[in-house]
């Protein structure tokens, strides 16, 4: 299993950004994806899962503010995070996960 994450960046306070992972390799449509986050100097968190059948669930933190969502391909699964209404405390490194598999992580810094 192969995931890329993407979509990171700097954003002020107030701000949007979206985040992209794409799985690939030995994966199939039903999987269970997931985002989590590392604040620095904590362990990391989960922060939204969203199942085969796209029931999403999230931590109580990010609710009313971030959506997950996923497309299901022929060879990829492709999840998408969409954070509005970014808080200083949502900066972390944001990793995907799938099937015991974890992406690079990328970097959301919320700042003014």
């Known amino acids: 299993v192969q995931l890329q994450a993407s979509g990171g960046g700097l954003v002020q306070p107030g701000g949007s950004l979206t985040l992209s992972c794409v799985a690939s390799g030995n994966i199939t449509s039903g999987d269970t994806m997931a985002w989590h986050r590392q604040r620095p100097g904590q362990q990391r968190g989960a922060v939204a899962i969203i199942k085969g059948d796209a029931t999403p669930i999230y931590v109580d933190s990010v609710k009313g503010r971030f959506t997950v969502s996923r497309t299901n391909g022929k060879e990829t699964n492709t999840m998408l995070l969409q954070m509005n209404s970014l808080e200083p405390d949502d900066t972390a490194v944001y990793f995907c996960?799938?099937?015991?598999?974890w992406g690079q992580g990328t970097l959301v810094t919320v700042s003014s």
């Open positions: 996960f799938t099937r015991g598999h």
